[in-house]
T-cell receptor, first 116, second 113 residues
């Protein structure tokens, strides 16, 4: 079990640029989640995949954000036309979904984004 | 709606002191409750969980009991160590909410020798 990995760990970009983050979940996990965490706050849910299907999206996920999980394995989160308010830690988590909500989510180390 | 309220920090304790971090929740239905810990420079790690009322989760000397009557899931440890210094997050997962977690704001704990 290699855990959830995220790439890059840090990203600095200029306002208006596009950025893309990658998440590799634990290999047998069929569910994948994206969260955003700002300083001094807990993670906030952005979106959730079961296999390749995106089943839930938060209202936090504006039109500039898009997430994919094309083959039901790794996922990408793209932010277009970044704004300074997008600066945050972006967390990915995965779980072995069996139709229950009691399952544990396993988190990656996060990608810290700074928009200048 | 679903939400978690955690006691504000930061909390500073001497080694071997007793720790309580309060967590209360609001949820539709019967949620599952979790405590996650974030050590400096690391990602969130599951500390313990409880999936139904009166369940007690425990790990590494930490305990929390799912109290439905008081909608609480307070984290306790009888004797903290310097290595317990971290940020602790209470979270819930509720039915019919797409499996998302709802997190509290986190409580920073520093244990001094």
């Amino acid at each position: 079990d290699t855990g959830v990995s995220q790439d890059p760990r840090h990203k600095i970009t200029k306002r208006g640029q596009n950025v893309t983050f990658r998440c590799d979940p634990i290999s047998e996990h069929n569910r994948l989640y994206w969260y955003r965490q700002t300083l001094g706050q807990g993670p906030e849910f952005l979106t959730y995949f079961q296999n390749e299907a995106q089943l839930e999206k938060s209202r936090l996920l504006s039109d500039r954000f898009s997430a994919e999980r094309p083959k039901g394995s790794f996922s990408t989160l793209e932010i277009q036309r970044t704004e300074q308010g997008d600066s945050a830690m972006y967390l990915c988590a995965s779980s072995l979904g069996q139709g229950e909500y009691q399952e544990t989510q396993y988190f990656g180390p996060g990608t810290r984004l700074l928009v200048l | 709606g679903n939400s978690v309220t955690q006691m504000e920090g930061p909390v500073t304790l001497s080694e071997e002191a007793f720790l309580t971090i309060n967590c209360t929740y609001t949820a539709t239905g019967y949620p599952s409750l979790f405590w996650y810990v974030q050590y400096p420079g690391e990602g969130l790690q599951l500390l313990l969980k409880a999936t139904k009322a009166d369940d007690k989760g425990s790990n590494k000397g930490f305990e929390a009991t799912y109290r439905k009557e008081t909608t609480s899931f307070h984290l306790e440890k009888g004797s903290v160590q310097v290595s317990d210094s971290a940020v602790y997050f209470c979270a819930l997962s509720a039915p019919n909410t797409g499996n998302q977690f709802y997190f509290g704001t986190g409580t920073s704990l520093t244990v001094i020798p």
